[in-house]
């Protein structure tokens, strides 16, 4: 199975910084990759796939990069509402696996 | 809008089976497949395994494989996930997901289903 493998596992920041997720896999899935968002007792949002397509809705404040085994999330101008778990997940090989996540908290 | 709803939660022993549906509306339901994830208690995302609801071919994760059952019904257009033998492990949220028949890429999510294994 491919390991995704996400950093940092949590992170502190303020309303208006800007953020960095970085998600590796353990052997390269060409740009299936995507991004979610998850509040605590809520179901995940779909945020990216693609590796950098943002999903209709989403706002351009969130992009993402990458491709082969490195890719990252980033987070323009935090506000309240972005202060939440986000996940990686790899869909180029069944299983498709999911990065262990990282937790974006209010500084 | 898009719309998958899942039925509600559930409480079993073990030994015992669940089946958790997917009721989809606002789409196309065969223009795109459904992926089972579950998630513990705390816990981040186990990916089940991959249902097309075009031809009911299904791709569960090696894990599982033997023990769940994945199945559609274009009729109702609903998604159907059984897991059998459940164990005090299996204890978690159960989420369909709805994804792109060309390579899986997931959009949408329903609203999870809490199965609680428990002597």
């Known amino acids: 199975d491919i390991q995704m493998t996400q950093s940092p596992s949590s992170l502190s920041a303020s309303v208006g910084d800007r953020v960095t997720i970085t998600c590796r896999a353990s052997?390269?899935?060409?740009?299936?990759l995507a991004w979610f968002q998850q509040k605590p007792g809520k179901a995940p949002k779909s945020l990216i796939y693609?590796?950098?397509s943002l999903q209709s809705g989403v706002p351009s404040k969130f992009s993402g990069s990458g491709s082969g085994t490195e890719f990252t999330l980033t987070i323009n101008s935090l506000q309240a509402e972005d202060f939440a778990t986000y996940y990686c997940?790899?869909?180029?090989?069944?299983?498709?696996?999911f990065g262990q996540g990282t937790r974006l908290e209010i500084k | 809008q898009v719309q998958l709803v899942q039925s509600g939660a559930e409480v079993k022993k073990p030994g015992a089976s669940v089946k958790v549906s997917c009721k989809a509306s606002?789409?196309?339901?065969?223009?795109?497949?459904i992926s089972w994830v579950r998630q513990a208690p705390g816990q981040g995302f186990e990916w089940m395994g991959w249902?097309?609801?075009?031809?009911?071919?299904?791709n569960p994760a090696h894990k599982f494989q033997g023990r769940v059952t994945m199945t559609t019904d274009t009729s109702t257009t609903t998604a159907y996930m059984e897991l059998r033998t459940l164990r005090s492990d299996d204890t978690a949220v159960y989420y369909c997901?709805?994804?792109?028949?060309?390579?899986?890429?997931?959009?949408?999510w329903g609203q999870g289903t809490l199965v609680t294994v428990s002597s």
């Open positions: 693609a590796a950098s």
């Open positions: 997940q790899q869909y180029d090989i069944y299983p498709f696996t």
């Open positions: 606002g789409y196309t339901f065969t223009d795109y497949g």
């Open positions: 052997q390269g899935i060409s740009n299936s």
């Open positions: 249902l097309s609801t075009y031809n009911g071919n299904t």
């Open positions: 997901a709805r994804g792109n028949s060309q390579d899986g890429a997931v959009d949408f």
